[in-house]
């Protein structure tokens, strides 16, 4: 009972925060036919409908899982947040709300990265190191991407630095530790998993450094495509990556 009161107070608390987000701003409506402030407004709902998604199944579900599921719930929580802010950037300003999804991805990507320790140690006993080479690989990736992006350091430079910082990542989770642990020891579900997790990494991901290359390397683009096309790989690499973990939880503990 008490945890269900616990879950309760944090979507309430989520609706309370946009509400007083939009009270604080100069409410200006989403215009008919802004697509791109369509695509914020959805993926903000998604994004809140899923943080409740699994909030409830990690009470459900419980045990070992219940870290990976919370997790899954905080980065769409944290994401929620950001898009309700975002979106109204986008829609009095007609800006790209870029500062934000740094700070959205500096939160949010070590999350996603915890999840490929956290999925293992659900099954078997995985050492820290695998924790920290991930984080790490993740600060490299995203600080210069954000100096390079702002105007701290050569965008060209950025780049480069937080393009090794991703080969790190996948290096890793490839071909390091953690695969390892994966292809070794997990059970069938986990295994799925963790293949459909690294995947989304590589293919998702590549959707945010193949953005930041059209954007400041190659001339430029239209930054409002570049929003619907960031705001539809959210979906993929935040929410259905939380669904991934949520499919090994489910299968894990179906009674097999
Ligand atoms: C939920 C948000 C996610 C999963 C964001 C991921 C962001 C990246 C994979 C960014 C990658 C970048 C590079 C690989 C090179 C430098 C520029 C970045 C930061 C856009």
Known sequence: MKKYLIACFSIAGLF????????????????????????????????????????????????????SLTVSALVTFIAAFHYFYMREVWVSTGNTPTDFRYIDWLLTVPLLMIEFYLILSAITKVSGSVFWKLLIGTLVMLVPGYMGEAGY??????????????????????????????????????????????????????????????????????????????????????IAFGLFIWYAANEDTSGS
């Open 153 to 238: 350091l050569n965008a060209t430079v950025g780049f480069v630095i937080g393009m090794i910082g991703w080969a790190y990542i996948l290096f890793e989770i490839f071909a390091g530790e953690a695969s390892r642990v994966a292809a070794n020891e997990a059970t069938p579900a986990v295994q799925k998993s963790y293949n459909l997790m690294k995947w989304t990494v590589t293919i998702g991901w590549a959707i945010y450094p193949i953005g930041y290359f059209l954007g400041y390397l190659a001339g430029g683009t239209d930054m409002g495509t570049l929003n619907i096309v960031y705001n539809l790989a959210d979906v993929l690499n935040k």
């Open 16 to 67: 309370a925060g946009q509400t007083a987000l939009a009270a604080s701003g100069d409410t200006t409506m989403l215009q008919s036919g802004d697509f791109v402030g369509y695509s914020f407004w959805l993926i903000s709902m998604a994004l809140a409908a899923s943080t409740v998604f699994f909030l409830m199944e990690s009470l459900r579900i419980g045990g070992k899982w219940a870290t």
